[in-house]
């Protein structure tokens, strides 16, 4: 239970790609991320849906290679109702990974946070198209 009142935020996302697999072009920034101590990977899968709607778990050694870094990435957090949950949200004919961290810059302040008596009551993500839709409309009205 220390180990978890230690922890910075976790947070996950779900990115999807067109077709069969991920090229793998952002990994090496993830390590990058992994190795400098910023995040803690806890979890990754990689799942696919076919045309008909049919979703299943891609094993991380059927994507080659450059994936192998994170082939055995489970903290046991993602199980079999979150890949049903994943694919309800992904298109026909297409692949996603589910990524799941904890953003371990975060920790120290999280960890004062608590000890204060803090919660969190609300937390968010802005997408960076919507910033540059912001963007744009500002200046288009300008």
Same mark, same amino acid.
Request: proline share 5%; aromatic share 6%.
């Given at each position: 239970?220390?180990?978890?009142?230690?922890? $910075?935020?976790?947070?996950?996302?779900?990115?999807?790609?067109?077709?069969?697999?991920?090229? $793998?072009?952002?990994?090496?920034?993830?390590?990058?991320?992994?190795?400098?101590?910023?995040?803690?990977?806890?979890?990754?899968?990689?799942?696919?849906?076919?045309?008909?709607?049919?979703?299943?778990?891609?094993?991380?050694?059927?994507?080659?290679?450059?994936?192998?870094?994170?082939?055995?990435?489970?903290?046991?957090?993602?199980?079999?109702?979150?890949?049903?949950?994943?694919?309800?949200?992904?298109?026909?004919?297409?692949?996603?990974?589910?990524?799941?961290?904890?953003?371990?810059?975060?920790?120290?302040?999280?960890?004062?946070?608590?000890?204060?008596?803090?919660?969190?009551?609300?937390?968010?993500?802005?997408?960076?198209?919507?910033?540059?839709?912001?963007?744009?409309?500002?200046?288009?009205?300008?």
């Amino acid at each position: 239970m220390t180990e978890l009142e230690e922890m $910075g935020p976790v947070d996950y996302i779900i990115v999807e790609w067109p077709g069969r697999q991920p090229t $793998g072009e952002a990994l090496p920034h993830l390590i990058d991320l992994v190795d400098s101590g910023l995040v803690r990977v806890l979890d990754l899968m990689f799942i696919t849906k076919d045309e008909d709607g049919t979703v299943a778990m891609l094993d991380i050694s059927e994507l080659g290679e450059t994936f192998a870094v994170f082939e055995g990435a489970s903290s046991g957090i993602l199980g079999d109702d979150d890949v049903a949950e994943a694919g309800g949200v992904l298109e026909p004919g297409t692949s996603a990974a589910v990524l799941v961290w904890e953003n371990r810059w975060a920790a120290p302040f999280a960890v004062a946070l608590r000890k204060s008596g803090a919660q969190l009551v609300a937390s968010g993500r802005i997408p960076v198209q919507q910033l540059v839709a912001a963007v744009d409309a500002v200046e288009a009205a300008s």
